[in-house]
């Protein structure tokens, strides 16, 4: 019997910023290494709220300005697209996004959906899961719109996304993006071919 193989699983919200970066490189990431992924949504917002950990808040100016900073820096050096500032953060939309991004992991659009919303969102700055964002990915996508935002907007799917974020917590995720291989948790973009390695190490 062959061995069972291994995937690593990528938690992702949208309204993430550092999922910009492993957002827009995945494909040549994924195509290069020879790996699988797993696309996991979920509401980090949720999470992070539970933790009283609150980024917005006005006396984080500094740290934000730095984020936004660095994820440029980092855009550079991965050579994709480097966002200019103002970026529209955070999003009033956020649950819908990643309920949509729910039925692209079922439907099989999802990473095409991933890279579309996240490039309006930076680079066009149209706020991920607004509609003048989503009319503009989906007519990308050549899928009906309407339709899509109809099934996003069941309660069906937005238990879905509560119960992806129960799971997400019993992992013991507190961020995005988070790469599991197994039961190795790794936070952050940055750690993206730290997981990579991990999962090439131990699948063989």
Same mark, same amino acid.
């Given at each position: 019997?062959?061995?069972?193989?291994?995937?690593?699983?990528?938690?992702?919200?949208?309204?993430?910023?550092?999922?910009?970066?492993?957002?827009?490189?995945?494909?040549?990431?994924?195509?290069?290494?020879?790996?699988?992924?797993?696309?996991?949504?979920?509401?980090?917002?949720? =999470?992070?709220? &539970?933790?009283?950990?609150?980024?917005?808040?006005?006396?984080?100016? !500094?740290? +934000?300005?730095?984020?936004?900073?660095? =994820?440029?820096?980092?855009?550079?050096?991965?050579? =994709?697209?480097?966002?200019? $500032?103002?970026?529209?953060?955070?999003?009033?939309?956020? &649950?819908?996004?990643? /309920?949509?991004? *729910? *039925?692209? +992991?079922? &439907?099989?659009?999802?990473?095409?959906?991933? &890279?579309?919303?996240?490039?309006?969102?930076?680079?066009?700055? $149209?706020?991920?899961? %607004?509609?003048?964002?989503?009319?503009?990915?989906?007519?990308? *996508?050549?899928?009906?719109?309407?339709?899509?935002?109809?099934?996003? $907007?069941?309660?069906? +799917?937005?238990?879905? *996304? #509560?119960?992806?974020? /129960? #799971?997400?917590?019993?992992?013991? =995720?507190?961020?995005?993006?988070?790469? !599991?291989? %197994?039961? %190795?948790?790794?936070?952050?973009?940055?750690?993206?071919?730290?997981?990579?390695?991990?999962?090439?190490?131990?699948?063989?």
């Amino acid at each position: 019997m062959n061995k069972k193989e291994k995937k690593i699983d990528l938690w992702f919200s949208i309204g993430s910023t550092y999922t910009y970066l492993t957002v827009t490189r995945i494909k040549d990431t994924v195509k290069k290494n020879n790996i699988n992924i797993n696309l996991k949504p979920f509401n980090v917002r949720t =999470i992070m709220l &539970e933790m009283d950990n609150r980024p917005f808040l006005p006396s984080k100016k !500094i740290k +934000v300005d730095h984020m936004w900073r660095d =994820i440029q820096r980092r855009a550079e050096i991965y050579k =994709i697209v480097v966002p200019s $500032l103002p970026v529209p953060y955070p999003l009033k939309n956020m &649950e819908l996004a990643n /309920q949509i991004a *729910l *039925l692209g +992991v079922n &439907e099989g659009w999802c990473l095409e959906y991933l &890279e579309l919303t996240y490039h309006n969102w930076f680079i066009n700055k $149209l706020p991920a899961g %607004e509609d003048e964002n989503l009319i503009l990915t989906f007519k990308k *996508l050549n899928i009906n719109y309407d339709e899509i935002k109809k099934k996003a $907007l069941k309660n069906e +799917v937005k238990n879905n *996304l #509560i119960e992806q974020t /129960q #799971i997400a917590k019993s992992k013991g =995720i507190f961020g995005a993006p988070t790469f !599991i291989v %197994e039961k %190795e948790l790794f936070w952050g973009d940055d750690r993206f071919e730290d997981a990579i390695k991990w999962y090439k190490n131990n699948n063989n």
